[in-house]
Structures are given as structure tokens and as C-alpha cells.
């Protein structure tokens, strides 16, 4: 897939707020401080598309951009660790239940993982709240060029092994360095190619 163009298009802080569901949406999660602005702002080849912030929790609201005029891709609050209050936290949990609940436009919710760390529980247990809920979802391993190819692959197997004593099948998988660009092309032609899957009657060419 070529990204022709990319623009913001609003943020909302509850569901009534969000675009007609018109088009097909991909949205990305993680926890806090996973790298995902860098990641998106990499994705789309714009710097400053979505705010990089040293402060975890900078997202607080969905944040929708509009991707080659035919697709939306979602910014999310993030899960688990934040220096907010425990209100806000729980405004942010409400948010995304009614997010992933009512959005039938949503394709594919990617979770962000820190490859330089070994299999955490927030991040299993998301995990299988999706799965429960029947949320498609990919996981795609973020900050790779931060260690080792070899500590890398040492992790993920340990992700992989982990998951896999509770779940019959892993997720699709993408591993990706905002800095070298690596995982972009595999992680946007999964999106093309999962855009079948909206039944809607735009006019998806890319």
C-alpha cells in the first residue's frame, strides 16, 4: 500500500463523537510509553501526525485520522501504567469497552508490545479480553532496534511460549523499528489485504 495522504480528522472523548462508521478502521493500542506515535507517525511517513510525548498517558481521547481518503487509522488511550488518576483510568477502560463494542468498521485492533521486555500481564490478560470478546486483533513488537537481534528473537519466543500455553493459535505478528522504518510495508499490506472484510459499498482501490 502507497500513503497518498493522512490528515487528522477529530478527537473524541465518547463513542457519539466518532465518525460515521463509512469506512474500514484499524486502530492501534499499547501500553503506556510503547512507542505507538512514533509508530503511526512511521506508518503514514508524516513527522508530527500524531504527537510524541516523553509524558506516558498523553493520549486521552480516540483520534481518528483519515488514511488515502478511504480508511481510518485510530490512535487510542493507552492500558495498564499511566501517571493519571485512577477516574481517568476508568474512564479510559469505559471508553475503549464501548469502542470495541459498537464500532463495526473496525477491521483490526493492533496491540503494541515493547520488544525489549519479556511477556508482561497486562499485556497477556488485554490480550485475551480481546480474544473473549471476539476483537480481531495483531500484535506488532515495537522498539526492536533498542536491543539485540538476538535478545529480540529471545523475547518474542518467550511471548510466543507463553501465549501459547492458553491459546491454540498466535495473532498475526509484525515486529517494527520506528527508526529504521522496519515491519511498515508488512504491517500496511496486512491492511490492504484485510479491507475485504468491510461490507460497506465505498470504493476501497488503493
Given at each position: 500500500m502507497i500513503i497518498r495522504s493522512a490528515s487528522f480528522v477529530t478527537s473524541s472523548a465518547?463513542?457519539?463523537?466518532?465518525?460515521?462508521?463509512?469506512?474500514?478502521?484499524?486502530?492501534?493500542?499499547g501500553r503506556s510509553n510503547v512507542g505507538k506515535s512514533s509508530l503511526l507517525n512511521m506508518l503514514v511517513n508524516r513527522k508530527g501526525l500524531a504527537k510524541i510525548s516523553g509524558s506516558p498517558g498523553k493520549t486521552q481521547t480516540?483520534?481518528?485520522?483519515?488514511?488515502?481518503?478511504?480508511?481510518y487509522l485510530v490512535d487510542l488511550p493507552g492500558y495498564g501504567y499511566a501517571r493519571v488518576s485512577h477516574k481517568m483510568r476508568e474512564q479510559w477502560n469505559r471508553l475503549f469497552t464501548s469502542y470495541i463494542s459498537v464500532r463495526e468498521?473496525?477491521?483490526?485492533?493492533?496491540?503494541?508490545?515493547?520488544?525489549?521486555?519479556?511477556?508482561?500481564p497486562v499485556d497477556l490478560a488485554f490480550m485475551e479480553k480481546l480474544?473473549?470478546?471476539?476483537?480481531?486483533?495483531?500484535r506488532?513488537?515495537?522498539?526492536?532496534?533498542?536491543?539485540?537481534?538476538?535478545?529480540?528473537?529471545?523475547?518474542?519466543?518467550?511471548?510466543?511460549r507463553t501465549m501459547l500455553q492458553r491459546w491454540e493459535?498466535?495473532?498475526?505478528?509484525?515486529?517494527?523499528?520506528?527508526?529504521?522504518?522496519s515491519g511498515r510495508d508488512e504491517i500496511l499490506n496486512y491492511i490492504s489485504e484485510t479491507m475485504i472484510f468491510f461490507t460497506g459499498e465505498n470504493d476501497l482501490t488503493i
Amino acid at each position: 500500500m502507497i500513503i497518498r495522504s493522512a490528515s487528522f480528522v477529530t478527537s473524541s472523548a465518547k463513542i457519539s463523537q466518532c465518525p460515521p462508521p463509512s469506512i474500514p478502521e484499524y486502530a492501534f493500542i499499547g501500553r503506556s510509553n510503547v512507542g505507538k506515535s512514533s509508530l503511526l507517525n512511521m506508518l503514514v511517513n508524516r513527522k508530527g501526525l500524531a504527537k510524541i510525548s516523553g509524558s506516558p498517558g498523553k493520549t486521552q481521547t480516540i483520534n481518528h485520522f483519515l488514511i488515502n481518503e478511504n480508511w481510518y487509522l485510530v490512535d487510542l488511550p493507552g492500558y495498564g501504567y499511566a501517571r493519571v488518576s485512577h477516574k481517568m483510568r476508568e474512564q479510559w477502560n469505559r471508553l475503549f469497552t464501548s469502542y470495541i463494542s459498537v464500532r463495526e468498521n473496525l477491521i483490526s485492533l493492533f496491540v503494541l508490545i515493547d520488544a525489549r521486555h519479556e511477556p508482561m500481564p497486562v499485556d497477556l490478560a488485554f490480550m485475551e479480553k480481546l480474544a473473549l470478546g471476539n476483537v480481531p486483533f495483531a500484535r506488532v513488537f515495537t522498539k526492536a532496534d533498542k536491543i539485540s537481534a538476538l535478545e529480540r528473537d529471545r523475547n518474542i519466543d518467550l511471548h510466543n511460549r507463553t501465549m501459547l500455553q492458553r491459546w491454540e493459535t498466535l495473532p498475526p505478528t509484525f515486529i517494527t523499528s520506528a527508526i529504521k522504518g522496519s515491519g511498515r510495508d508488512e504491517i500496511l499490506n496486512y491492511i490492504s489485504e484485510t479491507m475485504i472484510f468491510f461490507t460497506g459499498e465505498n470504493d476501497l482501490t488503493i
